[in-house]
């Protein structure tokens, strides 16, 4: 397939695709505040108290052709982590880098004449979970893939739009494609849809793209093909993912297929992080122990009847992320919190040459954890 020129050149390709360098967001509504509500609807609303913490000292890497998986519960702060990686959200602290450039000082043209804001955007685009709201049900597919063509290719020609967005439509399994090219979406199934949204961030030739939750409206036959095609698309335009997910399947899945990592969100932090390998089977943070043992079997034939099961979780409910715990925020819930838990944050631990790391002091066998009481009377066992 032939490609679009770009001014790659004026971009060192040495540094990563995307670098996040202790990325705190904090959310706060003040035009809520500002606005004719009664104080009292604003009280019970929540709003104008403490900001909520979406993303809390956050540091992660995407390199070349890399799939990092985001995966966390609702809340959790994964796609809130996302749209900052891709300069949707600005960061409240830290910063967020594109090859080596702060993707925000680029928006303020602190770079002008290296790299610019149209190049930062083109490289990093995203793919929505609801591919319905993301088209435009009035206008023809082949009108909406080409509009990203002539406002970033503004030289490329008719003819050569119509052949390309042909070309990927074929590409991805939507033929015949001169039938498809006229269709609206009501006129495509949900997979169908799935795959315009896909090809109309493809068309650019991004360095990254973030896939938010592309899959989890799809029925389980159809998520496998949907994730199989991001994949022959990145060995095709050498594509980055930057995938989120609350389905611990799907990641194992993509992560594993792409020789990728996942990381595992808890109210706006990283608490792990590994390759799927050691994620699905040497979990080591109980969190991600805990969503080990919440998810599906991996194997529809393994007789773990994992649902079942009693709980290991000492409280099913999440802190309010406008009041995160002391210590480490996990110990209201962890089945194996001790006393330091309530007092100290743990940081990532398992050592700079371990790619797999945990935000949890029983990584180190030295810790005063071990010597600290528990505060629910005793560790309680995550059946796996």
């Known amino acids: 397939m032939s490609t679009i020129d770009t001014d790659e050149d004026v971009i060192d390709n040495d540094e990563p695709v995307l670098s996040m360098e202790n990325v705190s967001v904090e959310y706060q509504d003040e035009s809520l505040l500002e606005s004719a509500l009664p104080d009292s609807l604003t009280e019970r609303l929540g709003m104008g108290e403490e900001p909520v913490h979406a993303v809390d000292d956050v540091s992660l890497e995407v390199g070349e052709e890399d799939v990092v998986v985001l995966i966390g519960e609702s809340g959790s702060g994964k796609t809130t982590l996302g749209r900052t990686a891709i300069g949707l959200q600005e960061p409240t602290a830290g910063s ?26 083109r490289a990093l685009q995203i793919v929505h979970q609801d591919s319905d709201a993301a088209m435009n049900p009035y206008r023809t597919i082949r009108s909406q893939l080409a509009e990203p063509l ?3 290719y503004p030289e490329m020609d008719l003819n050569d739009r119509q052949e390309r967005i042909a070309t990927m439509l074929r590409t991805t399994g939507v033929t015949p494609a001169e039938d498809y090219m006229e269709r609206y979406p009501h006129e495509l199934s949900g997979g169908e849809k799935q795959r315009v949204a896909i090809i109309r961030a493809m068309l650019l030739e991004p360095d990254l793209i973030l896939a938010d939750e592309v899959v989890s409206a799809l029925d389980v036959s159809l998520r496998i093909e949907i994730m199989d095609l991001l994949l022959d698309l990145q060995e095709m335009f050498g594509t980055s993912y930057l995938f989120v997910s609350h389905n611990l399947t799907n990641a194992r899945y993509i992560a594993d297929k792409a020789d990728g990592r996942i990381a595992v969100m808890y109210l706006g932090r990283i608490v792990e992080v590994g390759t799927a390998d050691e994620i699905i089977n040497d979990p080591s943070h109980p969190y991600t122990q805990i969503l080990k043992w919440a998810s599906l079997p991996l194997d529809p034939d393994d007789a773990r009847k994992t649902i079942t099961d009693e709980s290991p ?6 802190p309010d992320p406008r009041n995160i715990p002391s210590g480490c925020r996990f110990h209201t819930t962890c089945p194996k919190a001790h006393e330091v838990c309530t007092e100290v944050d743990p940081d990532l631990i398992g050592g700079e040459e371990r790619e797999h790391r945990a935000a949890c002091f029983r990584e180190d066998p030295s810790h005063e954890y071990w010597d600290s009481e528990s505060i629910h009377g005793g560790d309680r066992e995550i059946p796996l």
């Open 96 to 121: 967020v880098k594109y090859r080596g450039y702060d993707i925000q000082d680029v928006e303020r043209g602190e770079h002008a004449g290296e790299v610019y804001a149209e190049d930062v955007r």
């Open 150 to 152: 002539k406002l970033w």
């Open 313 to 318: 979780m000492m409280s099913e409910e999440a």
